[in-house]
């Protein structure tokens, strides 16, 4: 609260330096007070560590976006939750928080920021649909001193002379397969290996095959790489004989889904996959030929089974990620902030909101962290900004001014009665 005076009794105007003397200020005499101004101080205040996800505080300008109806308001009180339609609100009004939900183009999740905002939904225990396995990454080395396998090699021999990586795949129901890659050395051929591709291979004969491996259909399960002298992949050759040695070694691989609904032929659907190499002439994340033992390395693939929504984070930009049971994130939506030229013009709207006022200016709403808006913090509140240790000290500083007034007074008292002593 700022204060003024009331009226201002005038005892002498101010004059002008002469050639002889300076200038005299005004001498003036306030009398009364009344109120100027009472002034909300929208200052940091510290934040208070909570652990609830939902629970939301801005550290820096801005403040949430909520909505009752067609009306909107703002808050930097964020201790927020979600109700039964999965909708993040405020728990203690039921105010609807805004941000932006996620869309997915061409199977790319994106937000647009853009947009008008629009209320947040979370759907907990909501579905992941199952993903078939579409691109299988192979970055192992193969030990330039593996021996070759000789015609009517023994089985000792032949596991000795073997490399075997697996590495686990999915169809298109989200059934768990086997991918078998197993890796001998050409006999009379330098640097180069023959790769034979099972799916499932400790299944009953028959079962989940590879049919193909190359851009057409065969019933070849093989396919060759080839390696420079300094140890990097130089080139592919698929199981029908094209031979890739530029860009991105692919070999495209190819296998029945057993119990899928038969194609107009009567055949179960053919999964196709690219298995990945490496770049030619790279050593980062690509196959290689060194005289050092060999290693396993499938380090990546990109199919999943079917998952449920158990769990979400939201990070310093307002970003909701949904955390899936089958090991999945996916982009929900992100939270909106707003910012005002004047937010002392905010008008208390009652439960710690606001409304934009004629002097506020309008709300610009975007997303954290850009145009001077501040970085959301999750799992805690912000608190007053009020200074309790410098309040108690003004309040002592009080107290002991009116004590040692009321003393003076006290004292004066004391020595006006001494006086009618005396004269008695």
């Given at each position: 609260?700022?204060?003024?005076?009331?009226?201002?009794?005038?005892?002498?105007?101010?004059?002008?330096?002469?050639?002889?003397?300076?200038?005299?200020?005004?001498?003036?005499?306030?009398?009364?007070?009344?109120?100027?101004t009472?002034?909300?101080?929208?200052?940091?205040?510290?934040?208070?560590?909570?652990?609830?996800?939902?629970?939301?505080?801005?550290?820096g300008?801005?403040?949430?976006?909520?909505?009752?109806?067609?009306?909107?308001?703002?808050?930097?009180?964020?201790?927020?939750?979600?109700?039964?339609?999965?909708?993040?609100?405020?728990p203690?009004?039921?105010?609807?928080?805004?941000?932006?939900?996620?869309?997915?183009?061409?199977?790319?999740?994106?937000?647009?920021?853009?947009?008008?905002?629009?209320?947040?939904?979370?759907?907990?225990?909501?579905?992941?649909?199952?993903?078939?396995?579409?691109e299988?990454?192979?970055?192992?080395?193969?030990?330039?001193?593996?021996?070759?396998?000789?015609p009517?090699?023994?089985?000792?021999?032949i596991?000795?002379?073997?490399?075997?990586?697996?590495?686990?795949?999915?169809?298109?129901?989200?059934?768990?397969?086997?991918?078998?890659?197993?890796?001998?050395?050409?006999?009379?051929?330098?640097?180069?290996?023959?790769?034979q591709?099972?799916?499932?291979?400790?299944?009953?004969t028959?079962?989940?095959?590879?049919?193909?491996?190359?851009?057409?259909?065969?019933a070849?399960?093989?396919?060759?790489?080839?390696?420079?002298?300094?140890?990097a992949?130089?080139?592919?050759?698929?199981g029908?004989?094209?031979?890739?040695?530029?860009?991105?070694?692919?070999?495209?691989?190819?296998?029945?889904?057993?119990?899928s609904?038969?194609?107009?032929?009567?055949?179960?659907?053919?999964?196709?996959?690219?298995?990945?190499?490496?770049?030619?002439?790279?050593?980062?994340?690509?196959?290689?030929?060194?005289?050092?033992?060999?290693?396993?390395?499938?380090?990546?693939?990109?199919?999943?089974?079917?998952?449920?929504?158990?769990?979400y984070q939201i990070?310093?930009?307002?970003?909701?990620?949904?955390?899936?049971?089958?090991?999945?994130?996916?982009?929900?939506g992100?939270?909106?902030?707003?910012?005002?030229?004047?937010?002392?013009?905010?008008e208390?709207?009652?439960?710690?909101?606001?409304?934009?006022?004629?002097?506020?200016?309008?709300a610009?709403?975007?997303?954290?962290?850009?145009?001077?808006?501040?970085?959301?913090?999750?799992?805690?509140?912000?608190?007053?900004?009020?200074?309790?240790?410098?309040?108690?000290?003004?309040?002592?500083?009080?107290?002991?001014?009116?004590?040692?007034?009321?003393?003076?007074?006290?004292?004066?008292?004391?020595?006006?009665?001494?006086?009618l002593?005396?004269?008695?």
């Amino acid at each position: 609260m700022n204060f003024q005076d009331l009226l201002s009794q005038n005892l002498q105007g101010a004059a002008r330096p002469t050639g002889d003397l300076g200038g005299v200020n005004p001498k003036q005499v306030g009398l009364g007070m009344n109120v100027a101004t009472i002034d909300t101080l929208h200052l940091q205040g510290s934040l208070q560590t909570t652990g609830v996800v939902s629970d939301l505080a801005v550290q820096g300008n801005g403040y949430f976006v909520l909505k009752s109806g067609e009306k909107s308001f703002y808050t930097r009180a964020g201790a927020f939750g979600v109700d039964e339609a999965g909708t993040l609100v405020n728990p203690a009004n039921g105010m609807r928080v805004q941000g932006w939900m996620a869309r997915t183009v061409d199977g790319r999740q994106f937000v647009n920021t853009a947009a008008d905002v629009e209320d947040l939904i979370i759907p907990i225990g909501s579905k992941d649909p199952a993903a078939a396995t579409s691109e299988v990454f192979l970055a192992s080395n193969l030990d330039k001193r593996t021996p070759e396998i000789p015609p009517g090699a023994g089985p000792a021999e032949i596991r000795d002379g073997t490399w075997t990586i697996d590495k686990d795949i999915y169809d298109t129901f989200g059934n768990l397969h086997t991918l078998r890659v197993n890796f001998t050395k050409l006999a009379g051929v330098n640097n180069q290996w023959q790769a034979q591709v099972t799916v499932d291979p400790d299944e009953a004969t028959g079962t989940n095959t590879v049919v193909d491996i190359g851009t057409q259909n065969s019933a070849a399960d093989t396919f060759t790489v080839e390696f420079d002298n300094f140890g990097a992949i130089l080139r592919a050759t698929d199981g029908v004989g094209d031979v890739i040695d530029t860009g991105e070694l692919q070999v495209q691989v190819a296998f029945d889904v057993l119990g899928s609904t038969p194609g107009p032929a009567g055949a179960p659907i053919r999964q196709t996959f690219n298995l990945n190499l490496g770049t030619v002439g790279s050593m980062v994340n690509s196959m290689t030929q060194f005289a050092e033992t060999s290693s396993t390395k499938a380090y990546r693939q990109n199919g999943y089974s079917m998952g449920y929504l158990e769990s979400y984070q939201i990070d310093q930009s307002g970003r909701i990620t949904g955390v899936y049971s089958n090991g999945t994130n996916r982009l929900i939506g992100q939270i909106a902030l707003a910012s005002f030229t004047n937010p002392g013009g905010l008008e208390k709207a009652g439960e710690t909101t606001y409304v934009a006022s004629s002097n506020s200016g309008e709300a610009a709403v975007g997303e954290s962290l850009i145009a001077g808006k501040g970085k959301i913090i999750s799992g805690a509140l912000e608190m007053s900004n009020v200074d309790l240790a410098e309040q108690f000290t003004d309040m002592i500083i009080t107290q002991r001014g009116f004590q040692a007034n009321s003393r003076t007074i006290q004292t004066s008292d004391q020595m006006l009665q001494e006086l009618l002593t005396l004269k008695r």
